[in-house]
């Protein structure tokens, strides 16, 4: 399953900002696969967290293997060594089997999340132990398939911007401005600057400053 866009959306942001509308014409249609399981989905972005894709798809791959079904009543039946040994970090095995315990017993209502508006419902998962604004964003995205999620925290939407409209920085109150113009449609805004900053426009490049090379102290 993808992201659910089309052409009423990518009009909207044609018309709103032709800056970004030639990134549109010239990227075409987005892939990007979701996952309507939302207990899945935070689990999973729980495992993803500052490793790699590569890893973080083996892991999920050794996961399904080792234990089925991935549900609240499963995860929290395994003990957290056996979740590390899967290749994950001993606190992100607590971390997600507090989750699941969690979901369990109640205590999470993943259908009342759900349901929430945007703000509430990030606020909800942030306070999840192990899920951050910037991840309970993307679940938001790629998980409930949420039309106005645009990350500040995102950096690769950072590079994006500075990228397509030749900002040196972005600061808070200049995103801002994007995210009120690429609004109600910020998550289809979101794929585009994505697909901008890794590599799909020829030509376009990163006009952040450049790092001073670190002297290297005398002898």
């Known amino acids: 399953m993808y ?10 942001l044609k018309q709103k ?17 979701t996952d309507p399981d939302l207990f899945a989905a935070v689990v999973h972005h729980i495992v993803g967290q500052q490793i790699s894709t590569k890893a973080q798809a083996t892991i999920w791959r050794r996961m399904r ?28 095995a607590q971390y997600i089997r ?3 315990e969690k979901v369990r017993t109640g205590a999470f209502d993943l259908q009342r999340v759900a349901q929430l508006p945007d703000d509430e419902a990030i606020r909800a998962l942030a306070s999840l132990k192990g899920v951050g604004v910037w991840t309970a964003e993307m679940i938001l995205l790629f ?9 500040y925290d995102d950096l690769a939407i950072q590079r994006g911007l500075r990228m397509v409209y030749h900002h040196r920085k972005i ?12 609004s109600p449609y910020g998550s289809v805004a979101s ?21 001073a090379p670190k002297k290297t102290p005398k002898k």
């Open 17 to 33: 900002d032709p800056v970004l509308g030639a990134v549109i014409d010239a990227v075409g249609h987005v892939y990007r696969e």
């Open 191 to 211: 794929l585009y600057l994505w697909a901008a900053a890794g590599g799909a426009v020829p030509g376009l490049r990163d006009h952040a400053p450049k790092k």
């Open 65 to 92: 293997q080792a234990l089925g079904a991935l549900d609240a009543q499963r995860i929290a039946e395994t003990d957290a060594a056996q979740l590390q040994a899967l290749g994950i970090s001993l606190r992100k």
């Open 171 to 182: 600061d808070r109150k200049l995103f801002e401005k994007y995210r009120r113009r690429f």
């Open 3 to 12: 992201f659910s866009y089309g052409e009423k959306e990518t009009e909207y």
């Open 98 to 100: 507090d989750f699941a």
């Open 143 to 151: 998980c409930l398939q949420r039309p106005d999620v645009f990350s």
